[in-house]
């Protein structure tokens, strides 16, 4: 069965800094891959995917995520954050034929001024 | 596009009671799940349709716990009796099942239950 690991819980970040949010997948083909950010109250949004072809892919709100095949990673980058970013944020995992998508454990973003 | 419908968005009731969460999906969506998320367990699936059939309810914690889908615009979550344990998020998802199966849910914006 496919897993995910998010390693860090939580991450603080000074506003207009760089952020990288990590990502590890445990399957033994090639997964399809998804970030989504979860703003207090509220459900998840999708910011970005990786089903095949080039292993960087730009998502919404200015977040790039890349598949490391090797590393077996999908890190999520932004080159610098808005206080807006602030939020918790999920990595995903599916595999092909099967409709179930297996979430990491989150981590929570905070931003200071 | 309204998106995934839910309701209630809160509710509280007390130990016993049996408490009934509602979706609605994104239309000629043909995959519906049902997460739960509590701060110890992060986000659970707990069941999911296809084609308003159940798949795999294997994330169904206990009897106490039943989903159903009449039709392709609804489904419902509903615990009976509830218990303080129960006390989460409920998220309903749905997707457009391709036969490539990528598979991309979107979100509803959740039902707080808290069981007194």
């Known amino acids: 069965a496919q897993s995910v690991t998010q390693p860090d819980i939580h991450i603080t970040v000074s506003e207009g800094a760089s952020l990288e949010l990590r990502c590890n997948y445990s399957y033994g083909a090639t997964p399809y891959l998804f970030w989504y950010v979860q703003s207090p109250g509220q459900g998840l949004q999708l910011l970005l995917k990786?089903?095949?072809?080039?292993?960087l892919v730009q998502g919404i709100k200015g977040f790039e995520a890349e598949f490391k095949r090797s590393q077996s990673s999908f890190n999520l980058r932004k080159p610098s954050v808005h206080w807006s970013d602030a939020a918790e944020y999920f990595c995903a995992v599916g595999i092909f034929g099967n409709e179930k998508l297996t979430f990491g454990t989150g981590t929570r973003l905070t931003i200071i001024p | 596009d309204a998106g995934v419908i839910q309701s209630p968005r809160h509710e509280v009731t007390e130990m016993g009671q049996e408490v009934t969460l509602r979706c609605k999906p994104i239309?000629?969506?043909?995959?519906l799940f049902w997460y739960r998320q509590t701060m110890m367990r992060g986000l659970e699936l707990l069941i999911y349709f296809n084609n308003n059939v159940p798949i795999d309810d294997s994330g169904m914690p206990e009897d106490r716990f039943s989903a159903k889908m009449p039709n392709a615009s609804f489904s419902t979550l509903k615990i009976q009796p509830s218990e303080p344990r129960d006390s989460a998020v409920y998220f309903c998802?749905?997707?457009?099942?391709?036969?490539?199966?990528?598979?991309?849910?979107?979100f509803g914006a959740g039902s707080r239950l808290t069981v007194l």
């Open positions: 998802a749905s997707s457009y099942t391709r036969l490539s199966g990528a598979n991309v849910l979107t």
């Open positions: 239309s000629g969506h043909n995959s």
């Open positions: 990786y089903f095949s072809g080039d292993t």
